[in-house]
């Protein structure tokens, strides 16, 4: 019998364990300054086709944990949605029970996506009113959801696609997860050691031409600053041009770098997301591991396909030179297909999964931080390259 009343039950201020800063790239920072102040991510809820199938694979394959579900059994007629952990991951997955269901129809048009970046703020009211003056899209007002374990206060702005960012004061609540939720056993017997343990960043395809419009939505709404920026032939490859600014809190612990599609001589890796997606969406969320190399050992036994960079990538004694010394030998980080960037703030280990859903649209990435505080630039070339390979063989490029 697992205790899921222990470690794993739902700590969205969790200490240092889970937000250890050099973790996801964090830095020193007093979010009482902020006009939009930020704890941190609370959830991200995907709409999916099979909510039940859906935790079991990532209760198997990412060794998450399930901790708490709401659905018919507990008078929730419209949705069965189970929430999950890994550390202070929680995302929760949604499935329609009925034809008209708020996430059937959303899958019809989307497929499996993500529905929901929710961020835990000190004051719901004060972060919406504030982002509501700036201009941000009103989708639901501050309003309590309570249970007999509390009150949650809760707000809705909405962002690229249907996307929307829930905002979320946690403080009055006490039950396994939000109101309505009730506690349950896991799906399969979680491993020894999670996988990864915090959200990245979270990472936004739009329209062409509309990325600095979002950009500056964040800017904005969100006071958020852009600290890094991609353009075009930073990261083009012959077909899979792309731009790509991000984000980011004052903290650094939201990340939201926004990619557009940009001319390449064939169909770029955004415009085949933003088709079969049906619009903009979030593309990828990147996973925060402090060993990169077990986990992929353990997510690839259980079934997670994973981009292979050539073997060029490797070879390549100008990234030998550019890298210099890593933890592991490069041999090492060639056999798991890891890619490594260095920038003026120290390395990066990381790793793209294959899309998770029938759809080629949203995928992962793993992300072992030591001291960069960037994305990966130095990998894009290799990276698309790959991608591309995967796009001819659907036919998509
Ligand atoms: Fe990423």
């Keep these: 019998m697992v205790d899921i009343a222990g470690s794993e039950r739902h700590q969205p201020s969790a200490g240092p364990t889970e937000e250890d800063p050099g973790l996801v790239g964090a830095v020193e920072h007093d979010i009482r300054e902020d006009d939009f102040p930020i704890k941190g991510w609370d959830h991200v809820k995907f709409y999916v086709g099979n909510a039940k199938q859906a935790a079991h694979y990532y209760s198997t394959a990412f060794g998450m944990t399930c ?12 949705h069965a949605e189970y929430a999950l952990k890994s550390g202070g991951v929680t995302f929760v997955l949604a499935g329609g029970i009925t034809s008209d269901s708020a996430a059937t129809e959303h899958y019809a048009r989307h497929g499996d996506g993500v529905i929901e970046v929710a961020l835990e703020v000190p004051d719901v009211d004060e972060n919406y009113r504030y982002a509501v003056k700036q201009g941000a899209i009103a989708l639901e007002q501050p309003h309590d959801v309570s249970d007999e374990h509390g009150t949650v206060r809760v707000a809705v702005i909405g962002t690229y696609g249907e996307t929307r960012n829930v905002l979320i004061d946690r403080s009055g609540y006490t039950g396994p997860f939000l109101p309505g939720f009730v506690a349950r056993e896991p799906v399969v017997t979680p491993p020894p050691r999670r996988f990864f343990q915090a959200i990245d960043h979270v990472v936004g395809n739009v329209e062409l031409g509309r990325m600095r419009e979002w950009v500056s939505y964040y800017e904005r709404v969100m006071g958020f600053t852009n600290i890094v920026e991609f353009v075009d032939d930073a990261i083009a490859t012959e077909y899979s041009a792309l731009m790509s600014k991000v984000v980011a809190n004052g903290t650094r612990k939201v990340k939201f770098p926004i990619n557009e599609p940009a001319e390449g001589k064939k169909k770029s890796q955004i415009d085949e997301y933003l088709e079969f997606y049906g619009g903009a969406g979030v593309q990828h969320i990147a996973l925060a591991t402090n060993d990169i190399l077990a986990a992929v050992d353990q997510m690839r036994e259980r079934g997670v396909e994973f981009l292979e960079a050539p073997d060029a990538y490797y070879d390549d004694p100008e990234l030998r030179e550019r890298i210099g010394t890593v933890r592991v030998p490069i041999e090492e980080l060639k056999a798991h297909r890891v890619l490594v960037d260095r920038d003026e703030d ?16 949203m995928f992962y990435e793993i992300i072992e931080r030591h001291g960069s505080l960037s994305f990966g630039k130095g990998n894009f070339k290799a990276l698309f390259e790959a991608l591309e390979k995967e796009q001819e063989k659907r036919g998509n490029l």
Excluded: N, S, V, W
């Design 67 to 78: 901790f708490a579900y709401r659905g018919p059994e507990t008078g929730h007629r419209e």
């Design 346 to 361: 120290g390395y990066m280990l990381q790793i793209f999964t294959k899309p998770q859903q029938d759809r080629p649209t």
